[in-house]
């Protein structure tokens, strides 16, 4: 505004006006928070919508997928139709895949072993399912040989992934698939149900009493029992 | 089932797989799959217009027209084609309910036909989404509000008493519609005639009359005639007790009749007569008596069981309560406010009215709802100016919240159906997921039935199976035959636990039991309560009864009566010895598990804590069957 009297202000001075510019408008804080508040949120919290929407997957290509499994074309492009239906964004998290197994379990629990499921397929640890580890897996279990199919079943046993069955990592499966039977069974499932069944299995298998199980005397377990031989055959025509 | 949860059973039935190494005993042969697995693309032509989609799609929910061979009724062979002769637009919503999961009510088409089109594909309304739920919903209840008045308005007639009623349910019913009988409806009018009669009296009486001969004050009507007034009121509190009386004996829960709202008001009613002719004619009484006579103006409400209008009155200020209450609040706190500052502007004066800061309240109370009767006035400059705030300040304070509390009300209101549709809605859903979940279970327990009654031949358990239920129930005979543990139904196990005791036995059972009780070890549902049933047995036992193979059982001393073997053979009309066969390994492990039976000492107390004894019973298990279900002496 218009300068004061070099003289300083005196009494018989006029009282002069201070001018209501934009630029001394703006130092009022009262009007800074009245702006403050009308204005708009940051961006921020619509680009992360944003970014969800845009996760998706597109798997290989199909001669590619033929190549690595021992599906047919016409049995891959029908897995795919289904998986693309209930995952459009081509990718399943773990939360989904729980839910989703819990379905065919209504009177149990199901979340834990499809936590250790869901940890066996998902192969590259990156927390989500896509179709080619789907249908890798799939491929194994399926068609694969009996030796693949041993070896997978290890690989869902071994939740650490070390090469070694530990009892601890033995009774935490037995845990949890004594926990799908649910509540309601005859004869009810008691509290060391799992852990005996623990002991059974490391006594079938641990041949040298160290205590884990390995791979090698797994599968040679497994081939010498001709139980577990010839219900390995069962589910080869599931798709 | 869910939606697309057919497409991921073939994975499942995959990662059983895993269980293979595992399993105590062998599994079970896979359902055969005779249908081409190969998916190929139907066409299905709705009036011309021709859709055509995966057969797999359909195949998702089996259960529908659609998904289950009832659509082969619909094939024409000469154009290789389902034909349906239906509407197109409906169906293209119905098809992409297969094909997305989630079924959505169009806007524009009508509510009935919609319906039809998804009774008529078997689809039930309940799968609608949550986009589109709201929406069906209020269409259809508007609709049937429409339909309901339409009858409403051509019946005048309500429904026809049930048959062999009693005269207290018919007398109940008299008074709730009196439109239902001449006799009601005549007393309807009569009590409604003397509330009014008793109301209009207790006004005139107050009324002055001209004085009586020989004298000069006026008195009021009611003294001038005193026994006319008596009388009438006697009267209309005779009708009124009588009603009273009648009511409470026809009402179906005298309790909760005598805690309604209408009923404390026609007590309130009556009762200052009563009392007045109890109470003796004494001066220092009488003033408390002539306060009772007040409440007589109660009967008034008594109108509101002849009109609607002043319950929904009442009800609207029930459920404004809240906004009023914040209102009053409000108010109070500008009138303390205000009362303080004008006692202390106007504290000087001389002469001033405003005695007190309780005085002032008057003066703010006027001023503030703008009513101003001047019988107290500020003198002071100050308490002028405190004055003039207080009565704009008044306008304010009470027109702000009048706004408020209507557009609260119509939102409260709003939401209250709101939250109950959707209270109602979330029940639904769960009862429907509940079901659903039972409905495979049920589904898996049937099959199992069948399964084993007719073992050899597969053909007469295909029945109405589709594929995916053959599937799945494979799938979890596989998970019970891995855990070697079986599933049942909530009834049967708790009927287990309820009946097990020791000695149940049948006699068809102990040749079963010879076989398995020995080498299982499997131990028995609630072996806890087993063991406390035991324990508690033991100290009231009487009769010991050994069973056939089962010898270690002799030491524990059991009684026996006909009941259970009743409830056994009510619960398998089939006389299947499954259920039993399983009870019996669970019996005779429930036993063996208890450490020390001891032999003959009826007055055995309750044996030590269940710490030592391996197998603890997990709580999550036990907490159900706690012991208000056991039942020592019955047994």
């Not at chain 2, 008057?362 to 503030?368: A, K």
Request: net charge neutral; glycine share 6%; aromatic share 10%.
């Amino acid at each position: 505004g218009k300068d004061p009297n070099p003289g300083g202000q005196t009494e018989g001075s006029k009282w002069q006006k201070p001018r209501l510019s934009r630029k001394s408008l703006m130092k009022c804080c009262l009007v800074k928070w009245i702006i403050a508040s009308t204005t708009q949120q940051g961006p921020d919290s619509s680009d992360s919508d944003l970014e969800l929407s845009m996760v998706r997957h597109q798997p290989e290509g199909l001669e590619q997928l033929q190549a690595q499994t021992q599906f047919t074309r016409k049995e891959l492009q029908s897995l795919y139709r289904g998986f693309k239906n209930e995952c459009p964004s081509g990718l399943v998290d773990e939360e989904t895949f729980k839910t989703i197994y819990s379905q065919f379990f209504p009177q149990g629990d199901a979340t834990t072993y499809a936590h250790f499921l869901f940890n066996a397929f998902d192969m590259d640890r990156n927390g989500s399912i896509r179709f080619e580890d789907f249908v890798l897996g799939l491929s194994v279990l399926l068609r694969g040989s009996v030796t693949e199919k041993l070896r997978w079943a290890f690989n869902l046993y071994d939740i650490n992934k070390d090469g070694y069955i530990t009892k601890e990592e033995m009774l935490a499966i037995m845990t949890s698939i004594y926990d799908m039977m649910g509540r309601y069974t005859l004869p009810s499932v008691r509290d060391d149900s799992p852990f005996e069944h623990v002991e059974k299995f490391f006594q079938k298998m641990d041949r040298n009493r160290d205590g884990v199980v390995t791979i090698d005397e797994f599968i040679e377990t497994c081939q010498k029992d001709e139980n577990i031989m010839a219900s390995m055959q069962l589910f080869e025509n599931v798709i | 089932m869910a939606a697309g949860v057919a497409t991921w059973l073939p994975f499942a039935r995959a990662a059983a797989v895993g269980w293979l190494p595992l399993a105590k005993k062998t599994m079970p042969k896979p359902p055969v799959d005779n249908s081409s697995r190969s998916d190929e693309i139907l066409y299905v032509n709705v009036s011309g217009v021709r859709f055509q989609t995966w057969k797999n799609t359909l195949d998702r929910y089996p259960d529908t027209l659609l998904g289950s061979s009832e659509k082969e009724f619909f094939y024409n062979e000469d154009t290789q084609e389902y034909f349906f002769d239906r509407d197109p637009e409906m169906f293209r919503h119905i098809l992409n309910f297969y094909r997305t999961g989630k079924l959505h009510y169009p806007r524009h088409e009508c509510i009935q036909a919609f319906d039809e089109e998804l009774a008529f594909y078997g689809i039930v309304p309940e799968i609608i989404g949550d986009c589109c739920m709201e929406e069906y919903r209020d269409r259809k209840k508007e609709n049937q509000e429409r339909l309901a008045e339409d009858t409403e308005a051509n019946e005048a007639m309500d429904a026809p008493l049930p048959p062999h009623s009693t005269s207290r349910e018919r007398l109940w019913r008299a008074f709730e519609n009196p439109h239902t009988s001449t006799m009601a409806l005549v007393f309807y009018y009569v009590t409604g005639f003397f509330i009014a009669v008793s109301v209009i009296a207790n006004v005139v009486e107050t009324v002055p009359c001209r004085p009586p001969k020989g004298s000069v004050k006026e008195l009021p009507c009611g003294e001038k005639y005193q026994l006319a007034f008596f009388c009438m009121d006697t009267a209309c509190v005779l009708i009124f007790t009588f009603e009273y009386l009648m009511r409470l004996f026809a009402a179906p829960s005298r309790c909760k009749f005598m805690r309604s709202v209408m009923s404390v008001i026609d007590v309130v009613a009556i009762m200052p007569y009563y009392i007045g002719l109890v109470m003796p004619e004494n001066e220092d009484v009488s003033g408390a008596f002539v306060t009772l006579r007040v409440f007589r103006v109660f009967r008034i409400f008594k109108f509101s069981r002849h009109s609607q209008g002043l319950r929904i009155l009442g009800y609207t200020l029930k459920s404004c309560a809240s906004e009023l209450g914040f209102l009053l609040f409000s108010l109070t706190m500008a009138i303390i406010i205000f009362a303080t500052v004008m006692f202390y502007a106007e504290k000087g004066t001389k002469g001033s009215t405003f005695t007190s800061i309780p005085a002032s309240f008057w003066y703010t109370i006027v001023t503030m709802t703008t009513l101003g009767y001047g019988d107290m006035v500020p003198n002071t400059i100050a308490g002028k100016i405190f004055g003039s705030i207080c009565s704009l300040s008044g306008v304010l304070v009470i027109a702000l919240p009048v706004p408020v509390i209507v557009s609260n009300f119509s939102r409260i209101y709003h939401q209250n159906q709101r939250a109950d549709k959707m209270r109602a809605q979330q029940k639904v859903r769960l009862a429907r997921i509940r079901m659903a979940k039972k409905g495979t279970t049920n589904a898996f327990l049937q099959y199992k039935e069948d399964r084993d009654r007719d073992s050899d031949s597969t053909a007469l358990c295909v029945k109405n199976k589709s594929a995916f239920e053959h599937q799945h129930h494979h799938l979890l005979h596989c998970l019970e035959k891995t855990t070697n543990h079986e599933f049942t139904d909530e009834m049967t196990y708790s009927e287990l636990c309820m009946t097990e005791s020791v000695g149940f036995r049948t006699s068809r059972s102990t040749s079963l039991s010879s076989q398995q009780g020995a080498q299982n070890n499997s131990t028995g549902c609630c072996p806890r309560r087993a063991r406390r049933r035991a324990a508690m047995r033991l100290a009231n036992s009487t009769v010991s009864v050994s069973r056939g193979s089962v010898q270690e059982l002799d030491t524990l001393h059991v009684k026996t009566t006909s009941i259970p073997p009743q409830t056994r053979s009510s619960l398998n009309a089939q006389a299947d010895d499954l259920k039993l066969n399983c009870g019996e390994q669970d019996f005779t492990a429930a036993i063996i598990s208890i450490p020390t039976p001891p032999a003959n000492t009826p007055d055995e107390s309750l044996p030590p804590s269940p710490a030592p004894i391996p197998g603890i019973l997990r709580n999550t298990r036990a907490t159900a069957y706690t012991h208000d279900t056991v039942k020592i002496s019955s047994l």
